[in-house]
């Protein structure tokens, strides 16, 4: 067994895509796919002409973007002339996109990075490589307030 499979074992994730947006066509993903293309063409090379097809490109797909997502909510108002639960939705996920919230820290997440940040120190300490800047980790008071209030 390696050093490297003793302190960080290989897993295995299952990784699920979605949809993170109704209007998001497979043509806007293949021409993101294409612009990846072109960009790594320009870094590789890194030519004036394809540092100007990038550019443009980036417009195009830009463009693209704007025309689909605009269409998209045009047609869903469109469809649904007296259907006034839809509409509100529609312009309320326009208004206001969702955000997911962020998790409290716990003592738990605290204490997993720094079981995280100690495996690391471990792995560099038996690879012999230069040491990374050190981290410092503050502790907050403890309270009662909300992570928002400020004083």
Avoid at 26 to 51: N, P, S, W
């Amino acid at each position: 067994m390696s050093t490297l499979d003793l302190h960080a074992p290989v897993k295995t994730r299952t990784v699920t895509f979605c949809r993170s947006a109704p209007w998001y066509t497979v043509e806007l993903r293949q021409l993101k796919a294409a612009g990846r293309a072109i960009e790594r063409r320009y870094k590789a090379t890194g030519l004036t002409v394809h540092k100007l097809g990038y550019q443009e490109h980036q417009k195009d797909y830009s463009k693209a973007l704007k025309e689909t997502h605009s269409h998209f909510y045009s047609n869903v108002i469109r469809n649904n002339p007296g259907n006034s639960k839809q509409l509100f939705s529609t312009i309320n996920d326009l208004l206001k996109p969702q955000i997911t919230p962020l998790t409290e820290a716990t003592d738990e997440h605290c204490n997993n990075f720094l079981a995280f940040k100690a495996k690391i120190d471990s792995i560099h300490s038996f690879s012999g490589s230069s040491r990374l800047p050190t981290v410092t980790i503050y502790t907050l008071p403890a309270t009662n307030e909300p992570l928002h209030c400020f004083k």
